[in-house]
């Protein structure tokens, strides 16, 4: 099939049958956005097309682009991912893009699911309590990381080292701790967020650096940021790139 045909194919499997409104208005612009979304970016590489929707859905909320994340988790849904899949993606922003940008997409999220009979709330994913949140956190930002946490600790300044400890408690042991996603899952959204974010290149290499860590290699943290590229134009994907090839070179 060309790229047309591939399209068409995608889209209908994702939203089913039916003519968008931007195509009735503006039809040479939902060919464009269409042909290249539908018929070239989700077929670069080897990621699936649950992974790839569940890394438009944390684009989308990071951008707050709600109309076309509402139409992603009915889509998220139609290529088998479940409510809780797609509700600790979308939780997994929080540290990112802060509260309240993440109520908004949680809200769209609810509204589709409310549509479609999805009782609410859904299950806990919760796997840590008060006590163990801080060291459950640790550990699992101590495996993505490794000796670089202890270091971070250490030259914190007194009167700064409270955000280390935010970020071990909350971050990680709120977040990373959860059930129903992987740790290789988590990590990869999280490099999709924060590269969406823009001017966080810092964060982009740290993560770079943990999903290496975990075992996502270099094509794959190619493919799913190339998979961000519509949502997020090519300056921040060029970036993110960048980020990459600085932190794991070409042979």
């Not at 040479?28 to 670069?44: A, K, P, R, T, W």
């Not at 290789?184 to 810092?202: H, Q, Y």
Request: charged share 25%.
């Amino acid at each position: 099939m060309d790229r047309v045909e591939k399209s068409k194919e995608k889209f209908k499997q994702l939203f089913g049958e039916g003519v968008t409104t931007v195509h009735a208005t503006n039809p040479d612009f939902q060919d464009i956005l269409s042909h290249f979304i539908f018929g070239e970016v989700f077929y670069q590489g080897d990621l699936d097309d649950k992974i790839r929707e569940l890394i438009t859905l944390v684009v989308l909320a990071t951008s707050q682009t709600l109309p076309q994340l509402k139409a992603h988790v009915s889509a998220a849904l139609n290529v088998g991912l479940t409510p809780v899949e797609i509700k600790e993606a979308v939780y997994q922003c929080a540290p990112y893009i802060g509260f309240p940008k993440t109520l908004n997409a949680i809200n769209e999220v609810n509204e589709v699911f409310k549509a479609k009979n999805i009782a609410l709330p859904i299950e806990s994913q919760k796997t840590v309590d008060e006590d163990k949140r801080f060291d459950k956190g640790l550990a699992v930002q101590i495996e993505i990381f490794g000796d670089v946490i202890k270091k971070m600790y250490e030259s914190a300044p007194s009167n700064q080292k409270h955000m280390q400890e935010y970020l071990s408690a909350f971050c990680f042991g709120d977040f990373y701790t959860r059930g129903g996603l992987d740790l290789k899952t988590r990590e990869l959204l999280t490099l999709c967020i924060i590269s969406a974010l823009g001017g966080a290149e810092g964060q982009v290499k740290a993560h770079v650096q943990g999903n290496k860590n975990v075992g996502n290699d270099k094509e794959r943290l190619i493919t799913a940021i190339t998979h961000c590229l519509p949502y997020m134009g090519f300056p921040r994907t060029l970036n993110a790139l960048a980020c990459v090839n600085e932190i794991i070179p070409e042979n």
